[in-house]
């Protein structure tokens, strides 16, 4: 099985300890005075959905999960439950809401994430253009510099935007940070 350094970890890799698969969502390369160097890292299990925060010895080996992507639709939402189509097979596949879920919406195709033949999450696109449906409204005088003012977009998550941006404009937005990036013209 491949394996990666704790020296080369970065956000987003999947690692798998203990039999299951983990997402490091943060790390931090730590050089005391005196001592050896370590890597303490915060690491996402895919399967529970549960944090875990883990110290590793620098240098020391860790394997990487044997995860499978591949193309996927979002069809649905039903409930509680993302329902998704997976493109090559037609299945449908049914996830509970996690934080990829904010600014996901009908018809967006994604990437399913397979671990032992089973889904166990999604990479959504890094871009997502979405329409405001909520927002307090423009003010004559208001600058690209002047500010922002939070923003609900049709998937209803909030977004923090400049303050010229009005409701029913359609805006760009980085999915993994959430920050507004530009506005999109139609």
Do not use: C
Not at 39 to 47: D, I, Q, T
Not at 80 to 102: C, G, H, I, N, P
Not at 156 to 161: E, M, Q, R, T, Y
């Amino acid at each position: 099985m491949p394996y990666v350094r704790r020296n080369d970890f970065k956000n987003g890799l999947t690692v798998e300890i203990d039999s299951a698969p983990y997402k490091v969502i943060e790390f931090l390369h730590v050089k005391p005075g005196k001592g050896a160097a370590f890597v303490r890292s915060k690491l996402k299990n895919f399967l529970t959905g549960g944090v875990v925060e883990k110290t590793f010895r620098a240098g020391e080996q860790v394997n990487t999960a044997d995860v499978q992507k591949r193309e996927g639709q979002f069809t649905y939402l039903e409930g509680e439950e993302y329902v998704f189509m997976d493109t090559e097979s037609y299945e449908e596949t049914r996830l509970k809401k996690d934080d990829w879920a904010q600014f996901l919406k009908e018809g967006t195709t994604v990437e399913l994430l397979f671990y032992n033949g089973k889904v166990i999450s999604v990479d959504v696109p890094q871009f997502m253009d979405l329409k405001i449906v909520a927002t307090s409204p423009n003010v004559k005088g208001n600058t690209v510099s002047g500010g922002s003012k939070p923003a609900t977009v049709e998937t209803g998550a909030v977004v923090s935007v400049p303050l010229f941006i009005n409701e029913g404009e359609t805006i760009k937005v980085d999915t993994r940070t959430g920050q507004y990036l530009s506005r999109v013209n139609n």
